[in-house]
Nanobody, 124 residues
């Protein structure tokens, strides 16, 4: 199970850190990702982190967002800086059901488990 938290209402330029607590798995051997879905739009890739710690970002967030993981706490994070109104969306964490993969999974269909989502609203 995945439980996302940390969303909220912020102003443009502010920072926010999302968390995703995982349970029932060997956390450190899997790939995790963050996706987001704005009203009327499809769910889109934000960032992914592999079991090795390697990460991949969408161009729209590169340089502003940082994905990380704390294996001791079974928790995934997304640090979001310099937030823009276009970052407004429901943010979802996801897990890939394959251990020790080095592939940078960026598609919704590639993930097997999903959290419930947390709302991020950025006002201008």
């Amino acid at each position: 199970q995945l439980q996302a938290s940390g969303g909220g209402l912020v102003q443009a330029g502010d920072s926010l850190k999302l968390s995703c607590a995982a349970s029932g798995r060997t956390f450190n051997s899997y790939t995790y990702g963050w996706f987001r879905q704005a009203p009327g739009r499809e769910r889109e890739f934000v960032a992914t982190i592999r079991w090795s710690g390697g990460s991949t970002y969408a161009d729209s967030v590169k340089g502003r967002f940082t994905i990380s993981r704390d294996n001791a706490k079974n928790t995934l994070y997304l640090q979001m800086n310099s937030l823009k109104p276009e970052d407004t969306a429901i943010y979802y964490c996801a897990a890939k059901g394959q251990r020790y993969s080095s592939t940078p999974y960026t598609e919704v269909s590639q993930y097997d488990y999903w959290g419930q989502g947390t709302q991020v609203t950025v006002s201008s």
